[in-house]
């Protein structure tokens, strides 16, 4: 037999919430003809068939997951792939940085800088060094 | 004269690739904005299937009169559709926080503030070198970045646009029904049990003087007042969530033509239609 659908699960919840309206309306349409006994029986079955119909409506809910399986996974993938391209970009400031910090280094050695170029070479390992933002 | 050439050449560059990064994909950013904002009301939704079921449980207790020291409550089924549903809204929300994050320009908006520092030294070694030129340098050299990037992220954004609008429509659709279909569906069960409380009280005559009849009645239409609001809150979620499938479908439709006005402007009313929505889901939420 062919697992339920949601939309079957739906279904089968909606004829649930009519069954027991169908019922209510009965039991106070023929209010004084019903015994208290067929009374309390009837609003027992009406109670019962509304939250049959509840849960089937709840239960219809987790049938929805199953069904969507694929695509969930299939988001969550690229979700993940667009936060990848996005590190990519942060860190193209770093190199921007590091070009900036190499660029004082070649200043200061056509220069002939010496205590240029030991700062540089300083400056340029510390903005290696540095976590990327 | 050469130097002049060069300027005006300098210049025209300048100029075309201003055309080039300027091309902006704020439509794409300022619509997942809106989305984001939108979907992130689920979480100030003022119900949830567990809800529905421990107010079940209090209905049943009231209309049997049981008194028990505590509530007992069999809400496995409902905290199972929760779930669900909280998987669902994850998914779409985690999707939506990437696409809105990737056309941000501060992404690009690379300082070259320490590069300018360097060319406006006043000796770059044998070079003297103006700070109106090393700006237009550092001008440049931003735009040449901006340019490959923003041609990067649209290139980027294309392809996940293109990827993932299937599933999110599939997921969206899906959301849309918890939403606007079960969980909705799961209060019309409430107003009907409301309903034959009241009916059964009037009926069998248990409620004898007029201020208590009158009660009764402010009591069960008070009770239908508040399905309503809550019904409501749900059926605009949903809305916005048929609102961001359109959108996103409109996106898809134009992913290789992310820059252009029309393409911004269409975007623009799907995420007017959508904050119209997160509006009128806060009145409702309050």
Known sequence: MANLTSDQAKQLSDNFYYLGMAIGDFRYENWDKLSLEENKELSETQNMLLQTGEDILAFSTTLIMDEAVDSLAKINSIASEIQGTIKKLSNIQKGLNVAAAILILGVAIVNRDTKGIGDSIKGVYDTWKAPIR | ?286
Do not use: W
């Open chain 2, 1 to 286: 004269m050469n130097k002049y050439r060069l300027k005006s050449k300098l210049i025209l560059i300048l100029f075309a690739l201003n055309l080039v990064s300027c091309v902006n994909l704020k439509s794409v950013g300022d619509f997942s904005v809106s989305s984001i904002e939108s979907i992130k009301n689920y979480e100030l939704i003022d119900y949830s299937f567990l809800q529905h079921c421990l107010d079940r449980c209090a209905d049943e207790a009231i209309r049997l009169y049981e008194i028990k020291r505590a509530q007992e409550c069999s809400c496995a089924l409902y905290e199972d559709a929760d779930s669900v549903a909280q998987v669902f809204y994850n998914t779409i929300e985690g999707y939506f926080v990437g696409l809105g994050e990737l056309p941000n320009n501060e992404l690009t908006t690379y300082s070259s503030e320490a590069l300018l520092g360097v060319l406006t030294t006043e000796e770059v070694g044998p070079l003297q070198i103006d700070e109106r030129t090393a700006s237009a340098f550092s001008s440049l050299s931003n735009t040449l970045l901006r340019a490959s990037t923003d041609f990067y992220r649209r290139k980027k954004l294309a392809k996940y646009i293109e990827d993932a609008n299937e599933p999110i429509q599939i997921l969206l659709d899906k959301f849309e029904v918890i939403i606007s279909t079960n969980l909705k569906g799961e209060l019309r069960f409430r107003r009907e049990r409301l309903y034959a409380y009241y009916m059964d009280m009037k009926m069998s005559r248990t409620v004898l003087s007029d201020y208590e009849k009158g009660q009764a009645t402010a009591d069960y239409y008070h009770a239908l007042e508040e399905i309503k609001r809550k019904e409501m809150e749900l059926e605009v979620f949903g809305k916005s969530l048929n609102e961001i499938a359109k959108g996103h479908q409109v996106l898809y439709e134009n992913r290789n033509e992310l820059s252009v006005k029309s393409l911004q402007n269409l975007a623009k009313g799907y995420s007017s239609n959508i904050k119209a929505l997160i509006s009128e889901f806060k009145k409702l939420n309050h």
